[in-house]
C-alpha cells in the first residue's frame, strides 16, 4: 500500500546580532562555558530584558524579502516549560502576534520544477541554554552562552511532500538568509536548524494523519535521512494496524532512526501569556520602508541578471548565485580576467574540484578572484595553452606567487610565432610520409582520429607548448 507524506518544517535560525535579543551578552559562538551569560540571561532576580532592535530589523527583513504580511503590532509572550537549561522556567517567545506573518517561498527542485511552499509564520525568540553531559565525569552541566541568543523561527505550512523538497527548501532558505545578511546559516554551530513535522495518509484523503515531530536537525543530509527514516517507521505501523503517536522524537544518524523523547505539547501545555516586561513592538509604514529600502538584491533577481548581463546559461547562473559569496567571487573573477563565461568554467570546475576535495568553502580558498581573473588574461592572451593554465592554478592554490611569476619561474609560455610553429609543422610532415599518405587517402572522420597523431608529435618536438590551435590550423593546411 502507498502513502502520501505530508511535512511542515520548523527552521530556528540564529539572527546575526553581536549581542542578545534581550540582554548585552555577546553572541559569539566557541566561548567558555558561561562566560557569556548575564544577570538577565541568568534570570537573576529584579533584571528586565531589553528588546534588541537589530534582531527587529532582520525579522522585518526576512519578511519582506519573502513577500510576507508584516506584523506591524506584535506582541512577546511567555512560553512557559520546565527544562535545566532554561532559568526563567519560560521562554520569550511569539504567539498571537508574530511580526511575520503569511507568505510564501518558491524554491526550485533537482529536476528543474519550481514548488511555493506557504509559510504560516516567522517570530521573535530566544535560545535556551544548552545541557553539558561530556565534560563533568558523573555528572551533566549546563551552559548558558546560548541563553537569550536571538532567533527567528520560521514555520512552513504543511506544503512539502518528500525528502527532497524539504532539503531543496531548507538550501533556498539558507541561501536567501545570507544573502539577507541577518544569518551565517552555519548548520554546524547551530545557525540553522530544523524541527521536522511529518505524517503519512492516503493518497488523496484530505485529512493529516497523526504527526511526529523531529528536532532540532541541523544538517541537510540529516534532514534527508531522518525524513527517510520516520517515513519508514510510520508506514511499517500503520500496515500493521497500528496507530502513531503524536510525540517529539530524536533522530540517531548512527543508527539512522528516529526514537521517541517524549509525548508532543500543545499550545495549551505552555500556557501562553503576553510577557509584562516587554511592550509590544509597534512599526509604523516609514520604518517598514526604511528596511525594505535597504534589501540587497535577491538570489532570484541574481541569477537573471547573470544571464542577461553575462550570456550564462541557467545551469550555471543557478550555481554561480547559490551563495553571495559565489557569486561575488564570480564577478569579480570576471571583471578582472574581461571574459565572464571563462570565469563561470574555472570556478565551476578547477575551482568546485578543489574546495571539495579540500572539504573547504570559498572563503577559505587560497586563490583569489583577482588571482583567476590573471589567469583568464593569460589565456586570452595565449599565453597559456588551458594545459598550462591548469599547472599555473593549481600553483596557486599551493601559494606559489601569482600569475606571471609561476609562468616565468616554470617557464610555461605558450608559443603562438606561426612561423615557428609553420617549421615544426612541416619537419614533422616530411618525417613520416607513411602517416600523411594514409591521411590523405582516408575519409573526413578518419582524418580527425589521424590528425591527433601529427599533433602529439609536435607537442612533443615543442615540449608541450606549441599553442595548439595555431597547430591545427598550420596542419590542416599542411596535410591537404
Same mark, same amino acid.
Given at each position: 500500500?502507498?502513502?502520501?507524506?505530508?511535512?511542515?518544517?520548523?527552521?530556528?535560525?540564529?539572527?546575526?546580532?553581536?549581542?542578545?535579543?534581550?540582554?548585552?551578552?555577546?553572541?559569539?559562538?566557541?566561548?567558555?562555558?558561561?562566560?557569556?551569560?548575564?544577570?538577565?540571561?541568568?534570570?537573576?532576580?529584579?533584571?528586565?530584558?531589553?528588546?534588541?532592535?537589530?534582531?527587529?530589523?532582520?525579522?522585518?527583513?526576512?519578511?519582506?524579502?519573502?513577500?510576507?504580511?508584516?506584523? !506591524?503590532?506584535?506582541?512577546?509572550?511567555?512560553? $512557559?516549560?520546565?527544562?535545566?537549561?532554561?532559568?526563567?522556567?519560560?521562554?520569550?517567545?511569539?504567539?498571537?502576534?508574530?511580526?511575520?506573518?503569511?507568505?510564501? /517561498?518558491?524554491?526550485?527542485?533537482?529536476?528543474?520544477?519550481?514548488?511555493?511552499?506557504?509559510?504560516?509564520?516567522?517570530?521573535?525568540?530566544?535560545?535556551?541554554?544548552?545541557?553539558?553531559?561530556?565534560?563533568?565525569?558523573?555528572?551533566?552541566?549546563? *551552559?548558558?552562552?546560548?541563553?537569550?541568543?536571538?532567533?527567528?523561527?520560521?514555520?512552513?505550512?504543511?506544503?512539502?511532500?518528500?525528502?527532497?523538497?524539504?532539503?531543496?527548501?531548507?538550501?533556498?532558505?539558507?541561501?536567501?538568509?545570507?544573502?539577507?545578511?541577518?544569518?551565517?546559516?552555519?548548520?554546524?554551530?547551530?545557525?540553522?536548524?530544523?524541527?521536522? $513535522?511529518?505524517?503519512?495518509?492516503?493518497?488523496?484523503?484530505?485529512? /493529516?494523519?497523526?504527526?511526529?515531530?523531529?528536532?532540532?536537525? $541541523?544538517?541537510?543530509?540529516?534532514?534527508?535521512?531522518?525524513?527517510?527514516?520516520?517515513?519508514?517507521?510510520?508506514?511499517?505501523?500503520?500496515?500493521?494496524?497500528?496507530?502513531?503517536?503524536?510525540?517529539?522524537?530524536?533522530?540517531?544518524?548512527?543508527?539512522?532512526?528516529?526514537?521517541?523523547?517524549?509525548?508532543?505539547?500543545?499550545?495549551?501545555?505552555?500556557?501562553?501569556?503576553?510577557?509584562?516586561?516587554?511592550?509590544?513592538?509597534?512599526?509604523?509604514?516609514?520604518?517598514?520602508?526604511?528596511?525594505?529600502?535597504?534589501?540587497?538584491?535577491?538570489?532570484?533577481?541574481?541569477?537573471?541578471? /547573470?544571464?542577461?548581463?553575462?550570456?550564462?546559461?541557467?545551469?550555471?547562473?543557478?550555481?554561480?548565485?547559490?551563495?553571495?559569496?559565489?557569486? +561575488?567571487?564570480?564577478?569579480?573573477?570576471?571583471?578582472?580576467?574581461?571574459?565572464?563565461?571563462?570565469?563561470?568554467?574555472?570556478?565551476?570546475?578547477?575551482?568546485?574540484?578543489?574546495? +571539495?576535495?579540500?572539504?573547504?568553502?570559498?572563503?577559505?580558498?587560497?586563490?583569489?578572484?583577482?588571482?583567476?581573473?590573471?589567469?583568464?588574461?593569460?589565456?586570452?592572451?595565449?599565453?597559456?595553452?588551458?594545459?598550462?593554465?591548469? !599547472?599555473? /592554478?593549481?600553483?596557486?592554490?599551493?601559494?606559489?606567487?601569482?600569475? *606571471?611569476?609561476?609562468?616565468?619561474?616554470?617557464?610555461?609560455?605558450?608559443?603562438?610565432?606561426?612561423?615557428?610553429?609553420?617549421?615544426?609543422?612541416?619537419?614533422?610532415?616530411?618525417?613520416?610520409?607513411?602517416?600523411?599518405?594514409?591521411?590523405?587517402?582516408?575519409?573526413?572522420?578518419?582524418?580527425?582520429?589521424?590528425?591527433?597523431?601529427?599533433?602529439?608529435?609536435?607537442?612533443?618536438?615543442?615540449?608541450? !607548448?606549441?599553442?595548439?590551435?595555431?597547430?591545427?590550423?598550420?596542419?590542416?593546411?599542411?596535410?591537404?
Amino acid at each position: 500500500m502507498s502513502w502520501e507524506v505530508v511535512i511542515g518544517l520548523e527552521v530556528h535560525l540564529q539572527l546575526a546580532t553581536q549581542s542578545k535579543i534581550f540582554s548585552g551578552s555577546s553572541t559569539r559562538f566557541g566561548a567558555e562555558p558561561n562566560t557569556q551569560a548575564s544577570a538577565v540571561d541568568l534570570a537573576m532576580p529584579g533584571m528586565l530584558p531589553v528588546l534588541n532592535e537589530q534582531a527587529v530589523r532582520f525579522a522585518v527583513l526576512f519578511g519582506l524579502g519573502i513577500g510576507a504580511e508584516i506584523g !506591524q503590532r506584535s506582541v512577546f509572550d511567555r512560553k $512557559n516549560y520546565f527544562y535545566p537549561d532554561l532559568p526563567k522556567g519560560y521562554q520569550i517567545s511569539q504567539f498571537e502576534q508574530p511580526i511575520v506573518g503569511k507568505g510564501a /517561498f518558491t524554491v526550485t527542485l533537482s529536476d528543474g520544477t519550481t514548488k511555493t511552499i506557504g509559510i504560516t509564520r516567522a517570530h521573535l525568540e530566544e535560545d535556551a541554554g544548552k545541557s553539558l553531559h561530556d565534560a563533568i565525569p558523573g555528572a551533566s552541566g549546563i *551552559d548558558l552562552n546560548r541563553a537569550g541568543t536571538p532567533l527567528l523561527e520560521i514555520v512552513s505550512e504543511p506544503d512539502i511532500r518528500s525528502a527532497e523538497e524539504a532539503v531543496a527548501y531548507l538550501k533556498a532558505l539558507h541561501t536567501l538568509v545570507t544573502y539577507l545578511g541577518i544569518s551565517d546559516g552555519d548548520m554546524s554551530q547551530g545557525s540553522m536548524r530544523c524541527d521536522i $513535522n511529518l505524517s503519512l495518509r492516503r493518497p488523496g484523503a484530505s485529512e /493529516f494523519g497523526t504527526r511526529t515531530e523531529i528536532k532540532n536537525v $541541523n544538517s541537510f543530509r540529516f534532514v534527508e535521512r531522518a525524513i527517510h527514516s520516520e517515513i519508514e517507521r510510520q508506514s511499517d505501523v500503520l500496515e500493521d494496524g497500528g496507530v502513531i503517536i503524536q510525540e517529539t522524537r530524536l533522530y540517531d544518524a548512527e543508527r539512522d532512526e528516529t526514537r521517541s523523547m517524549r509525548s508532543k505539547e500543545v499550545a495549551n501545555d505552555y500556557r501562553y501569556f503576553p510577557d509584562p516586561d516587554l511592550l509590544p513592538v509597534v512599526l509604523n509604514d516609514e520604518t517598514i520602508d526604511a528596511i525594505r529600502a535597504s534589501l540587497p538584491e535577491l538570489p532570484d533577481a541574481k541569477r537573471e541578471r /547573470f544571464k542577461e548581463q553575462y550570456g550564462l546559461g541557467d545551469y550555471d547562473a543557478r550555481a554561480l548565485c547559490d551563495s553571495q559569496a559565489m557569486a +561575488n567571487y564570480f564577478e569579480d573573477a570576471a571583471a578582472a580576467g574581461g571574459d565572464a563565461k571563462l570565469a563561470a568554467n574555472w570556478m565551476l570546475s578547477e575551482l568546485a574540484a578543489q574546495l +571539495n576535495a579540500n572539504n573547504i568553502e570559498l572563503e577559505q580558498a587560497p586563490v583569489s578572484a583577482q588571482q583567476l581573473g590573471q589567469l583568464i588574461v593569460r589565456i586570452k592572451d595565449n599565453t597559456l595553452s588551458s594545459k598550462m593554465a591548469k !599547472q599555473v /592554478f593549481d600553483a596557486l592554490w599551493q601559494g606559489e606567487g601569482d600569475v *606571471d611569476a609561476i609562468i616565468e619561474q616554470r617557464g610555461l609560455k605558450q608559443v603562438s610565432d606561426s612561423g615557428a610553429l609553420e617549421s615544426l609543422v612541416n619537419e614533422v610532415v616530411a618525417n613520416n610520409p607513411d602517416q600523411v599518405a594514409q591521411y590523405r587517402a582516408a575519409d573526413d572522420g578518419k582524418q580527425k582520429k589521424l590528425l591527433g597523431f601529427f599533433v602529439g608529435q609536435i607537442m612533443k618536438a615543442s615540449k608541450g !607548448q606549441a599553442n595548439p590551435k595555431l597547430v591545427n590550423e598550420l596542419l590542416n593546411k599542411a596535410l591537404k
